[in-house]
């Protein structure tokens, strides 16, 4: 019997190639599409089917069954519901963080299991090490196309048995391979933004889910330089969509955002690289250790965003989380965001960023 393998197709080119290189290395491969998110765009057409489409292609292309599940409801429950409640606080959430933690690598490896899987594989650019029962993930060789940000909350248990075939190769790599096994996604453009939201417009879409109030843009000493439409729709060090341009008296240099006030209604701006919007540390509430820590206080590398270059910190923890200070101060560090620490290769885990310092 061939260990039986289910693979999270998305139907985009990176898990067509994985499941197409694990067919290659004998394993029994099902192919299984996660339904996350149920709504219908202007024309009637499920936002989905398209995506569902290039799935069954793929699968008839490189001859493996294939199947949907619909995890909607515990998405709503589990990560939209959360994602719309950071909002509200001012935050910047990360939902595709804890789509990982709680659909990926929670209902949908359970469904996996269901089926008879023996590992659960999705294209995730990462690599993973199981050793003596142990877990480690770690950074793929393509660093610039690096996922581990984005796993960063997954438990240690969840990875139990977890394949990440591409997380070896470089994405050209990957293109190439997917011309070979004669895959009709091949020249498909990588997806990008979170994936309910896909092309449409960010701030129509927030509007549905949360009251939208004008306010006044000020700047620190408290001077109205201009109007927002909601200051949930802005994110720290936004320079661009401030509607705001240049001020008589300004400087004459790019406004950018320097804080969010939710309770007073007021998007706090600065011209220039302003001091104020560097910080040297951050503290987060709580933090996953995927691997333990080597102990209290320790010399790493930390990413605040997806593909921020790993920037030099020292990482102390504390009751409540991790407190991260950085060799040199970090622009616009916006709670609700994930801080993730890394040994080398080994990806530690994270937590979500409370305050900057």
């Not at 480690?136 to 977890?162: H, I, M, P, S, W």
């Not at 987060?284 to 965003?305: L, S, V």
């Not at 970090?330 to 530690?348: D, S, T």
Request: net charge negative.
């Amino acid at each position: 019997m061939k260990n039986r393998v289910v693979v999270g197709m998305s139907g985009g080119v990176d898990s067509a190639v994985a499941a197409a290189l694990l067919k290659e290395q004998g394993f029994d491969v099902v192919g299984l599409y996660m339904a996350n998110w149920r709504e219908e765009s202007d024309d009637g057409c499920c936002t989905g089917e398209q995506d569902w489409s290039d799935v069954r292609d793929v699968c008839d292309a490189i001859g493996i069954p294939y199947y949907s599940a619909d995890f909607s409801q515990q998405y709503l429950d589990d990560v939209f519901k959360l994602f719309v409640e950071e909002y509200k606080r001012g935050r910047t959430p990360n939902p595709d963080v804890l789509c990982n933690r709680e659909i990926k690598f929670g209902p949908f490896a359970d469904f996996a299991r269901q089926m008879g899987a023996e590992y659960i594989a999705t294209g995730h650019y990462c690599r993973i090490s199981h050793d003596g029962g142990v877990n480690t993930l770690l950074r793929a060789a393509d660093e610039n196309k690096d996922q581990t940000y984005f796993l960063n909350q997954v438990r240690q248990e969840q990875l139990n048995g977890v394949l990440f075939p591409i997380g070896g190769m470089l994405k050209p790599e990957v293109r190439a391979l997917a011309e070979r096994f004669n895959i009709p996604v091949a020249k498909k453009k990588d997806s990008t933004g979170v994936c309910f939201i896909g092309e449409r417009n960010f701030r129509k879409f927030l509007a549905q889910y949360i009251p939208m109030r004008k306010g006044d843009i000020v700047t620190a000493d408290g001077k109205v330089v201009g109007t927002h439409d909601g200051v949930f729709f802005y994110t720290l060090g936004q320079r661009r969509g401030l509607g705001i341009g240049g001020s008589a008296d300004g400087t004459g240099e790019r406004w950018f955002v320097l804080k969010k006030d939710v309770e007073k209604n007021l998007l706090i701006v600065s011209q220039g690289e302003d001091d104020a919007l560097f910080s040297g540390a951050l503290e987060t509430e709580g933090f996953n250790f995927i691997t333990p820590p080597p102990c209290r206080e320790f010399a790493c590398m930390a990413r605040i965003k997806h593909r921020q270059p790993l920037q030099s910190a020292v990482a102390t923890v504390t009751e409540g989380g991790v407190r991260v200070e950085f060799e040199q101060k970090q622009r616009a560090i916006a709670p609700g965001q994930y801080a993730v620490l890394y040994l080398g290769e080994v990806c530690l885990g994270g937590g979500v960023i409370s305050r900057a310092l």
